[in-house]
């Protein structure tokens, strides 16, 4: 019992829902590119524990600022599982994602690396720094990568993708922290977002989200707009719909939890957006 009970508490303490959706943008990036069942597989697993090496590392380090401010929701904070046994899962999980990015050639382990490097980095200070952006930047900005680089003949995803992989990331960072701005400030952590305030973090968001998805629309059609698939303009429309209401939201009333969350399904669309440009990926 004393195992199972563990293990829920590190899987919780791993971020489950952002872990998971990163790991099916992964795997529907690697449908989207025709990646081989075997590919896609090592793909989906390497992703998996790289992200779940990162949510750990998190709460890891967060176990004493979230015990200051009584988070319910931290099993780490509450004692449920031991730091020690948390850090060495962490650090598993992240020497079995690499190897198995090493699989799939040195240019997607180089990638990963320097993906997951940037997180680690993120958890390990600058998200008390100015420069807390500069790795969801770096990280989301590689992403696209990720599945291109798993391919046989291995390529980085276009300008484009990277382009609109960073503003997905800059999005997440600038509305991922606005419900916890006050029990941040009362634990010392002051990003970029903490310092801009949560107005000017969603105003920001929403034209990163419009970037990106413009990025998309334009990038995977070869700037040609007659070649824009109708499902893409779809996902298009609704991302920068959804831009408007939070510019609106965010200018016309005091900001709530609301922003986030109509920023995350935003950046759902651009990564589906991302998704449906299937071969258009590679640069």
Same mark, same amino acid.
């Given at each position: 019992?004393?195992?199972?009970?563990?293990?829920?508490?590190?899987?919780?303490?791993?971020?489950?829902?952002?872990?998971?959706?990163?790991?099916?943008?992964?795997?529907?990036?690697?449908?989207?590119?025709?990646?081989?069942?075997?590919?896609?597989?090592?793909?989906?697993?390497?992703?998996?524990?790289?992200?779940?090496?990162?949510?750990?590392?998190?709460?890891?380090?967060?176990?004493?600022?979230?015990?200051?401010?009584?988070?319910?929701?931290?099993?780490?904070?509450?004692?449920?599982?031991?730091?020690?046994? /948390?850090? &060495?899962? !962490?650090?598993?999980? +992240?020497?079995? =994602?690499? *190897?198995?990015?090493?699989?799939?050639?040195? @240019?997607? %382990?180089?990638?990963?690396?320097?993906?997951?490097?940037?997180?680690?980095?993120?958890?390990?200070?600058?998200?008390?720094?100015?420069?807390?952006?500069?790795?969801?930047?770096?990280?989301?900005?590689?992403?696209?990568?990720?599945?291109?680089?798993?391919?046989?003949?291995?390529?980085?995803?276009?300008?484009?993708?990277?382009?609109?992989?960073?503003?997905?990331?800059?999005?997440?960072?600038?509305?991922?922290?606005?419900?916890?701005?006050?029990?941040?400030?009362?634990?010392?952590?002051?990003?970029?977002?903490?310092?801009?305030?949560?107005?000017?973090? /969603?105003? &920001?968001? !929403?034209?990163?989200? +419009?970037?990106? =998805?413009? *990025?998309?629309?334009?990038?995977?059609?070869? @700037?040609? %707009?007659?070649?824009?698939?109708?499902?893409?303009?779809?996902?298009?429309?609704?991302?920068?719909?959804?831009?408007?209401?939070?510019?609106?939201?965010?200018?016309?009333?005091?900001?709530?939890?609301?922003?986030?969350?109509?920023?995350?399904?935003?950046?759902?669309?651009?990564?589906?957006?991302?998704?449906?440009?299937?071969?258009?990926?590679?640069?």
């Amino acid at each position: 019992m004393r195992s199972t009970a563990a293990v829920r508490a590190l899987w919780a303490s791993s971020h489950p829902g952002p872990t998971l959706v990163v790991t099916a943008l992964a795997a529907a990036l690697g449908v989207a590119i025709g990646l081989a069942p075997w590919r896609l597989v090592i793909l989906v697993a390497a992703v998996l524990l790289g992200q779940i090496s990162v949510g750990l590392s998190n709460d890891a380090l967060d176990a004493a600022r979230d015990r200051a401010v009584a988070r319910p929701d931290k099993p780490l904070a509450r004692g449920d599982v031991g730091l020690r046994t /948390a850090w &060495v899962t !962490a650090y598993g999980a +992240l020497a079995v =994602a690499l *190897a198995l990015s090493a699989l799939l050639g040195w @240019r997607m %382990l180089a990638a990963h690396a320097l993906a997951l490097g940037s997180a680690w980095a993120y958890n390990a200070g600058l998200k008390s720094t100015v420069w807390s952006i500069v790795p969801f930047i770096v990280s989301f900005g590689v992403f696209p990568s990720l599945a291109t680089l798993s391919a046989p003949d291995p390529a980085f995803a276009a300008a484009w993708a990277w382009l609109a992989g960073a503003m997905l990331g800059a999005a997440v960072h600038l509305t991922n922290v606005l419900p916890d701005l006050d029990d941040d400030a009362r634990t010392g952590v002051r990003g970029l977002p903490h310092r801009w305030g949560a107005r000017v973090s /969603a105003v &920001v968001a !929403a034209a990163a989200m +419009l970037v990106g =998805a413009t *990025a998309v629309l334009l990038g995977a059609s070869g @700037r040609d %707009l007659s070649a824009v698939p109708p499902l893409s303009w779809v996902l298009f429309g609704g991302a920068v719909a959804l831009a408007v209401i939070v510019v609106a939201l965010a200018l016309l009333r005091p900001p709530t939890r609301m922003l986030f969350r109509l920023v995350m399904v935003a950046a759902l669309l651009l990564a589906a957006q991302l998704v449906v440009s299937g071969g258009a990926l590679v640069g």
